[in-house]
């Protein structure tokens, strides 16, 4: 026989917390991932320059709500998003000699949601007024991770190659200047 009697002590499960105390679904939905290692990836690598030319230009907020509505088409069936188009913020910056575009994603909750977004453009500043039919871009991503020997958060340090996902472990601290540097030295 058993010796301990089954008891509800109402002591609070992981789920519980997660959905009650501190709001966090316990269900994820796929609009945060498609989004960065979908949708934004396949604009930037479908058209460079096209992409550089609309993240600085201040049609950018129409561009990410047309995005949106479209991924909600796609993954509202298994829930609503946690964020909207309004919560990304984007800079245009340079990592070493090229242009970039550092796009924050709303803080990710599941593992392999993304941090931040770092697309650079490989062709210096100083040729961008040159014509160049077809340039090279790198797609980085920061994602949320975690370390196996504590169970705690961590950051992972990722690119995309066309459709191959390259994981460069642990990645640095999700500040956009610790992103930028980290990116740079892959460069």
Known sequence: MWPFKKKNHDIPTKRTLHRYILNIPTK??????ILAHVALKRVCFDDPFGFFALMASPHRQK???????????????????HFSPRDIKIE?????EYPAIVVEMP???FIAEAHMICVVLKVPV?????ETEKAEVRYF??????NFKTGGDRTVLCAW???????YGDGPVATPAAFIDAVKKLL
């Open 28 to 33: 994820r939905t796929l609009h945060h991932y």
């Open 63 to 81: 561009f990410l709500d047309d995005l949106w509505t479209q991924i909600c088409q796609n993954c509202n069936q298994e829930g609503e998003a």
């Open 92 to 96: 245009t910056t340079r990592v070493g």
């Open 107 to 109: 803080t990710p909750r």
């Open 126 to 130: 100083n040729e961008l007024q040159q």
């Open 141 to 146: 991503t920061l994602e949320k991770g975690i």
């Open 161 to 167: 190659d066309g459709e191959s996902h390259i994981n």
